[in-house]
């Protein structure tokens, strides 16, 4: 008889190529072959990085399959997965990228795999869904598509507005509405046949996110991060900072935060994965939901989870999708990332100067963000990374939403005092040279 074939291990990645490296590192070490799948390259950062998989010493080296298939292709993802099922042993699948939480919810029904569910994945990826399905955190919401009539008595004394495009993020097409008559200049310039948009009551109060792992329902590590954005400087919310473990919320504060995020996974009946969920403390004390997603954060986010508490978190969220467990640390550093404002024009280059870094990384010249190495707890303040997220050459443009932003730093420190010396060193030392 012939002898049966061994099909080999693997793991299916669901993820922006650029941000890629830490998770295929940690699927690697655990002696698995990586299946990724990734969007058709349109931005020069992606193209850059398909050019580097199989390149031995890249960490796209490990990449033993990918197929470009756009998010909105569930059938021929789900075919793809499946043919992937019969030549390889398929142990696990997780996903890093917004676009593709459903797709990849659906893929790890389908195979009977730990995956965030088809609850979850369905409303995080619709903000009405949130909306409705979260209604005890949220604020008034209603679809731009409500008779104006029922929608101006529904708003009157609300003002102002916040506009929401239901299944973007990034903050693109966030806009400020501040009065009726600009909400109907709003309505009348989309059209009676645009794609319907939430139309919601704007929210005061700290901003904060919360990251949360969670194996077969239970949520197995969660921690807050405080947020900084350039709301208060115009009409758009484009994030601007992230500060691991958030200063600016008291231990009561934060258990608030990390319950009210268990209880919202609960409602979605969140399966095993990974949620980062963004709130606002009111100034009454309560807390209103903003948004959520059934996927890890997006920004250098992850990389404060390693500076902070010293191990990779993505190693932690693979090990959970193959069901092994889990026991990520708590933080026991402070780490900050910031991104820098900048004139318009024509980028020419971005210069350090002070701290003791390595040169600014250009991104787009390597295809990939790269990883950082988490210091001793007691270790000194350093400055990790300093990021250009744009070629020289680029055209910038006002901030109004994060694909604008073009250089950032990561650094972390033992204590909140030297934490923000170190940032206000930091902000002193990087130039960015506008033409």
Known sequence: MP???????????FTDLPKAGAY??????????????????????EQVAVSYVGTPGHPFEAV????????????????????????????GIFNSSES??????????????PGVGLRAARVCRNKHLQR????????????????REELRTAVAGRYPLIAKPLDLYCSIGVQVLRDQAETDRYLDARGPDAAPVLLEQRVEGR?????????????????VTQKATNEHEGDFFVEMGHTLPAGNASEDEAELLRSTQAAALARLDFGTGMAHGEYRILPDGRVALMEIAARPPGDGILHLYELATGASIEASVVDAALGLPVDHPQPRRRARQVYFDHLPGTLADVTLEGPAADE??????????????????????????????????????????SFGRVVTALFD????EQLEQLDEDVRKAVRITVS
């Open 64 to 91: 033993e399959r990918l197929e470009f298939l756009p998010p909105e292709d569930t059938a021929g993802i789900l075919d793809q997965v499946t043919a992937w099922s019969r030549d390889y042993d398929v142990r």
């Open 132 to 147: 409705r399905y979260l209604a005890e955190w949220s604020p008034l919401s209603l679809l731009s598509s409500t008779p």
């Open 3 to 13: 002898a049966t074939r061994t099909r080999p291990p693997a793991f299916v990645l």
């Open 207 to 223: 901003e904060f996110s919360v990251e949360t792992i969670v194996v077969d329902g239970r949520p197995v590590f969660s921690a």
């Open 100 to 113: 593709f939480v459903e797709p990849a919810g659906l893929a790890a029904d389908l195979l009977g795999l």
């Open 413 to 416: 420190a033992p204590g909140p």
């Open 24 to 45: 295929l590192r940690a699927i690697a070490a655990r002696g698995l072959r990586s299946l990724v799948v990734t969007g058709p390259p349109q931005w020069p950062l």
């Open 360 to 401: 600014p990384f250009w991104v787009v010249e390597h295809g990939l963000w790269p990883g950082v190495e988490a210091a001793p707890a007691d270790a000194p303040a350093g400055l990790r990374k300093v990021l250009v997220l744009k070629a020289r050459g680029a055209e910038l443009g006002p901030l109004t939403d």
